[in-house]
């Protein structure tokens, strides 16, 4: 198979590196591969038959019409010469893009195999009992708890708990505090008629969990001052139970929860927060022979790391303990966002049962740091300037100034009670620019990076200031 390469003069030692021992002809088409034209490419083609051309990845032009008239099928390469290697061992039993730069078309292939896989999996695992129509334990997936607390009292909970299935929650947990009334949890469940998802009430006030028994398939929690005066009544509704220890161990209030009928329970040995017993609470996981709850929101919310992170160990911890339920939150501002982390970690446990890591699984928590660092070429420039450091006092354009601002996952840009909103700051940036809203270039500049901040804010989970720093 005999492929053309055409490449940038700053790439071309990688690109030859990367094609020894392979039928490749690597051509100089300029000094950036990146900029490689149609008719340029149609040139280098000439009257030589290949099987294919692969252009670098960052490449914008069309090269429609060059097929078209050449017959030789033009692909994207990777966005990073680096990665040309790679690529190029995977032929000819890979199939690449035409449009999509190589590593992002691989890397959402492999993304999508992996999905498939971890779905596999599920249909495949027996279960302990169904929720629902959700497998708890029995070598299923770890299933997702997102906990809403105070859910008396929360104005939008409908919208909240629909965004906790949407992000990947296997069950939602409605907490009831000390203020909460038999009449306030009826009403709750009472208003999220249709939902036909598991939900779960959060309290050990037997008053409350009966109000909560009209709807709840799981009951958190159970132990031995409860269970006399409402372990009938969930064995009678066939809901589960997450039973805990309390003045009298797990092993004893397990056997008061069977001995009132109750069916599908839960254990919970209840996992300590780190510096406070962590290590030596998961010893207690391994003694049930009930499906376990592995309260892992109660870790992250308890120290001030970041939850990706948290949340990916967390859930491995986890599933070396053979936990069927993890629970998680987000509370807290620093926690926003763990639901979605925390399903995207169950899924790369249930990848890595039969591997010794969960590494190089086809999906990943990866959020800031790179997996891998590119290796570009150097630089090349006869001479240097130094940049002169921007004056304090700047010249406002005559046009206006904005402000700038993020709502939910859009960007807005406000000038004399217009605004402009978009999702990506190139595309805002353009509008302000097309609509003439600038005439200083500075102005423009600023404007560039305040919008890209916007964008960096909402992608991150941050909050934005504008002038401020990221």
Known sequence: MRILLPTGAATEDMVRKAAAGF???????????S???????RELIGRKKYNLVIVSGMCTASFAGVERETGIPVYRGPK???????????LPSLTLSRSVPADEFLAAKKADVAMRRVADIERAAGADFIIRGVKIGGGSRMKVLAEIMDAHRQEDLRTTIERYFAHGADIVDLGFGFDATP??????????????????????????IRAALVRADIILSLQEANIPNVGAAVAETGAAAVVV?????????IAMAKAAG??????????????????????????????????????AELIDADSVGMNALLAGMAMEVGAAIIF???????????????????????????????KDLGIDLLVLKEKRRRREPPLSYDMAVTAQEMPEKIEYDPKGNFRIGIEGNTIVAVIHGKAIRGRRWQDVHHTILAQGGVTLLDHAGYLGREL???ELAIRYGRSFEQDGEF
């Open 80 to 90: 990073h010469a680096a990665d040309l290697a790679l690529i190029l061992a995977a």
């Open 23 to 33: 039928d490749a002809d690597v051509v100089v088409a300029g000094e950036i591969a």
């Open 183 to 208: 009449a306030d949890v009826r009403r709750v469940f009472s208003e999220l008629e249709g939902i036909d998802r598991p939900l779960a009430a959060d309290t050990q006030d037997p008053d409350l």
């Open 262 to 299: 109750i069916r599908c329970i839960i254990a919970d040995p209840l996992l300590q927060p780190a510096g406070s017993g962590l290590i030596a609470s998961l010893k207690n996981f391994k003694k049930s022979r009930f499906p376990s709850f592995f309260g892992a929101g109660n870790v």
């Open 245 to 253: 220890p309390g003045s009298t161990t797990l092993v004893k209030n």
């Open 35 to 41: 900029f490689l034209t149609p008719h340029r490419l």
């Open 452 to 454: 890209y901040k916007a």
């Open 328 to 358: 998680t939150s987000e509370h807290s501002d620093k926690t926003k966002g763990s639901v979605r982390e925390m399903r995207r970690a169950t899924e790369m446990m249930a990848l890595a049962r039969d591997r010794p890591y969960p």
